[in-house]
């Protein structure tokens, strides 16, 4: 099977979007990055090794992330929104009929803001480390990872060499201030109010050890998906689908087949 993999830009909504494609299946899938992430940081052994056969997997760079620059990240209030109506334009200007989405972290609130909003397109969502809301404790780990140079070598590196050190530590304080803004709105709301309109199959898979969302977040969403499946994985962190990629890709074919 082709292990090629094709990267280019394509003109969506006003910006040039960056994406990576692989595979020659039916089933499309799109892979939706975390905050500062890109499919390259993102997703390698997805992209590696997820079934060529029978999925075609994109990986995209989200508007002000990655190689979808210019423009700079900004994070005005409906920045959820534009990203999940630029993963679906994106999928349609390549021609996908319908796809199927795999969203970690922020990439998991997009890909049920995505799924909520464009019924239609939407096959089936796997989303791990989302939430729908903020709460004063998730504003406390929001502050914990506000200075980049605080962060593990291990994390930063990637994204500091992707980024430079001073648009990936600038990005990164953007970003909690961005995230901080649905702490002022009723009940912390990001998406809550859109679960409910989510149509599509849905695996939530949650780390237990995840440091930066607590499991609280993964059972609301489980609650207000109806029909949704939820998979803990014992020892998984935020970055389960990196640490436990075997696992974690099965789970993730099973399920899309």
Same mark, same amino acid.
């Given at each position: 099977?082709?292990?090629?993999?094709?990267?280019?830009?394509?003109?969506?909504?006003?910006?040039?979007?960056?994406?990576?494609?692989?595979?020659?299946?039916?089933?499309?899938?799109?892979?939706?990055?975390? *905050?500062?992430?890109?499919?390259?940081?993102?997703?390698?052994?997805?992209?590696?090794?997820?079934?060529?056969?029978?999925?075609?997997?994109?990986?995209?760079?989200?508007?002000?992330?990655?190689?979808?620059?210019?423009?700079?990240?900004?994070?005005?209030?409906?920045?959820?929104?534009?990203?999940?109506?630029?993963?679906?334009?994106? *999928?349609?200007?390549?021609?996908?009929?319908?796809?199927?989405?795999?969203?970690?972290?922020?990439?998991?609130?997009?890909?049920?803001?995505?799924?909520?909003?464009?019924?239609?397109?939407?096959?089936? *969502?796997?989303?791990?480390?989302?939430?729908?809301?903020?709460?004063?404790?998730?504003?406390?780990?929001?502050?914990?990872?506000?200075?980049?140079?605080?962060?593990?070598?291990?994390?930063?590196?990637?994204?500091?060499?992707?980024?430079?050190?001073?648009?990936?530590?600038?990005?990164?304080?953007?970003?909690?201030?961005?995230?901080?803004?649905?702490?002022?709105?009723?009940?912390?709301?990001?998406?809550?109010?859109?679960?409910?309109?989510?149509?599509?199959?849905?695996?939530?898979?949650?780390?237990?050890?995840?440091?930066?969302?607590?499991?609280?977040?993964?059972?609301?969403?489980?609650?207000?998906?109806?029909?949704?499946?939820?998979?803990?994985?014992?020892?998984?962190?935020?970055?389960?689908?990196?640490?436990?990629?075997?696992?974690?890709?099965?789970?993730?074919?099973?399920?899309?087949?």
């Amino acid at each position: 099977m082709s292990s090629l993999v094709t990267s280019a830009k394509v003109a969506v909504n006003g910006v040039h979007l960056h994406y990576q494609q692989t595979g020659e299946g039916e089933h499309a899938v799109l892979l939706l990055p975390g *905050m500062l992430g890109s499919g390259e940081t993102d997703f390698g052994p997805q992209i590696k090794n997820l079934n060529k056969k029978l999925f075609t997997v994109v990986a995209w760079d989200p508007r002000g992330y990655g190689h979808s620059r210019p423009p700079d990240r900004d994070f005005p209030m409906d920045f959820f929104e534009r990203d999940a109506k630029d993963a679906v334009d994106l *999928m349609k200007t390549l021609n996908f009929k319908k796809v199927s989405l795999l969203g970690w972290s922020d990439g998991g609130i997009t890909a049920l803001i995505a799924a909520a909003k464009y019924p239609l397109y939407i096959n089936k *969502m796997v989303i791990w480390g989302a939430n729908a809301y903020v709460t004063d404790e998730d504003e406390k780990i929001y502050q914990g990872i506000r200075d980049v140079s605080k962060w593990s070598e291990k994390t930063r590196e990637p994204l500091k060499t992707l980024y430079g050190y001073d648009y990936f530590a600038k990005t990164c304080e953007k970003w909690v201030d961005g995230i901080q803004q649905f702490k002022h709105l009723p009940d912390g709301n990001i998406c809550r109010h859109l679960l409910p309109l989510v149509q599509c199959p849905t695996l939530i898979v949650h780390g237990e050890k995840d440091p930066l969302v607590p499991r609280p977040h993964a059972d609301f969403i489980h609650k207000h998906v109806k029909g949704s499946r939820l998979h803990l994985m014992p020892e998984g962190k935020h970055n389960l689908h990196l640490r436990f990629a075997d696992e974690f890709n099965k789970l993730v074919e099973d399920f899309l087949q």
